[in-house]
């Protein structure tokens, strides 16, 4: 038995072949393929000689299935005869379909993400992102945050885990979601503003021409970039009203500091959760994805087939710490804390722990602010309160 589809239906010149809608005649009226004479099942065998011979015959029923026998009619009375599949309810989906906007689409998508975030990621990106939000107090009831996108995944994963939780947490804020042109190519710059609309992030822009200037820099021209960004980024969000600036760090971003720290500059410290501003009086950074890990949000990424900027600036191809030519530092920490991982699932995890955890006792020096400390500075009175090496022993430590 022949069949065609709707959309082949469509393609037939008029005239070229005879369309039977064999639906009752009240289903008939309200609707029918264009074209079609309605001839109903419960009539069809003492009128089937209406249909012409001359020329192929298409039968249409609602869903495609009880035409079929009425098409076998005609076949065996000599009719070059065929079913149109799926029948008039697949004409409807079709039609339909035409009428759906792209914007109709385009928020199907993004509640699609929304609610992703809720069920499937959960437990590996919603309660890290709140846990830390909670823990490391991060945001207050008024509070205004300039959410800072550069256009990759992790900042705008931030935008949206921030609007969500504006959205549906249990005190009110204001959000701005920043995003600082510094002279983006076209094609970055589409990028950037394609998600933004997927996601369902109403995009606050202001123009810089620090590429521009950068480009003229030889040496370390990343680190000056990174610098001159946040300033702008913490000007124009003190001029909106905002009291902190929220950046997309994760929490793979704070363990390789701690190891490019101890590695390379011969020091303990990390990348904190929070910070008062030292140059913009009342302006706080903040880290709300400082417990979310980097391959979770590479997870969410793919799996709604989203693609974002891996680096927004124009020299990338020359820039290691942006994502061009491999080899920088951090290139090393990464490789180094994915040997970790596959020799065990906790040192990640104490690595993290480390600078939460520090025993001052078991710490030859440290300073804060102007202050300086040296373990001799009180080692002697120390000793003298009866404190010894069992109550400071570092654990697996021995004596040779």
Request: with cysteine.
């Amino acid at each position: 038995m022949k069949v065609i589809t709707i959309e082949e239906l469509e393609k037939l010149a008029p005239g070229e072949a005879t369309i039977v809608d064999v639906r009752p005649e009240e289903e008939f009226r309200r609707g029918t393929f264009e074209g079609a004479i309605n001839i109903p099942m419960k009539e069809f065998s003492d009128r089937m000689d209406e249909i012409p011979k001359d020329k192929p015959v298409w039968l249409l029923c609602h869903t495609g299935e009880r035409s079929v026998e009425y098409v076998e009619l005609l076949c065996l009375s000599g009719y070059d005869a065929g079913n149109v599949e799926g029948g008039y309810r697949a004409f409807l989906r079709l039609q339909l379909g035409r009428f759906i906007s792209e914007e109709d689409i385009m928020k199907e998508k993004t509640k699609e993400i929304e609610r992703s975030l809720i069920k499937k990621f959960r437990k590996s990106i919603w309660r890290a992102f709140t846990k830390a939000v909670q823990k490391y107090d991060l945001i207050q009831p008024g509070d205004k945050i300039a959410v800072c996108i550069s256009g990759g995944k992790d900042s705008m994963l931030m935008a949206k885990l921030l609007q969500e939780l504006q959205r549906h947490g249990k005190y009110p804020f204001e959000l701005v979601f920043l995003v600082m042109n510094p002279g983006y190519n076209a094609d970055n710059w589409k990028i950037i503003q394609d998600n933004a609309k997927v996601l369902g992030i109403p995009l606050t822009v202001f123009e810089s021409d620090i590429f521009n200037i950068v480009a003229e820099v030889d040496k370390n021209p990343c680190y000056l970039c990174a610098r001159m960004r946040r300033g702008y980024l913490y000007s124009h969000a003190k001029e909106l009203g905002c009291n902190k600036i929220a950046l997309g760090h994760h929490f793979d971003d704070v363990i390789e500091t701690v190891l490019m720290g101890m590695l390379y500059s011969g020091k303990v410290e990390t990348m904190m959760p929070k910070l008062h501003s030292k140059n913009f009086e009342g302006m706080e950074l903040i880290r709300p994805m400082y417990m979310v890990k980097e391959a979770d949000i590479k997870a969410w990424r793919d799996y709604h087939q989203l693609h974002f900027i891996q680096c927004a600036c124009r020299f990338t191809e020359n820039c290691a710490t942006c994502g061009g030519a491999k080899g920088s530092k951090r290139d090393e920490m990464k490789e180094l804390v994915a040997k970790f991982r596959e020799t065990s699932d906790v040192i990640e995890y104490n690595i993290f722990n480390s600078v939460h955890n520090v025993n001052l006792r078991t710490i030859i020096g440290y300073h804060k602010d102007d202050m300086e400390y040296n373990f001799l500075d009180d080692y002697d009175d120390w000793g003298k309160t009866g404190h010894g090496e069992n109550s400071t022993e570092v654990s697996g430590e021995s004596e040779s």
